[in-house]
């Protein structure tokens, strides 16, 4: 069976989970928002913020076992990308509204 529901406007529950804990907590944010500023691309920032994301939390995963397994499970179902291109956008615009106003 396959399923092509989103949630809450994300991909799926694990995109939306894991922006809400970025968005949800100040200090994520403000780094995310940081990171996207600096970034030069969406892709470029995906991979920033999986990495950035795996080393806050990569202490708290266990080695083995079940769950170690639904959690890389989990992490793997989150479409980075589209985290990237959220933040990316809402750090950009100034430079969108530059590109126009020399046109």
Known sequence: ???????NGWTNYETWNVNLWIE??????DEA????????????????????????YGDQMPDTGPIADLLTHAL????WYEIAEHY????HEDDES???SDE
């Open 33 to 56: 928002c940081e990171m996207a500023r600096q970034a030069t691309s969406e892709y470029q920032l995906s991979k920033d913020l999986e990495s950035w994301f795996e080393e806050i």
């Open 76 to 79: 793997g179902m989150v479409d």
């Open 88 to 91: 990316y956008a809402d750090n």
């Open 1 to 7: 069976m396959t399923s092509n529901t989103t949630y």
């Open 98 to 100: 530059d590109d126009e």
């Open 24 to 29: 949800n907590d100040e200090y994520m944010y």
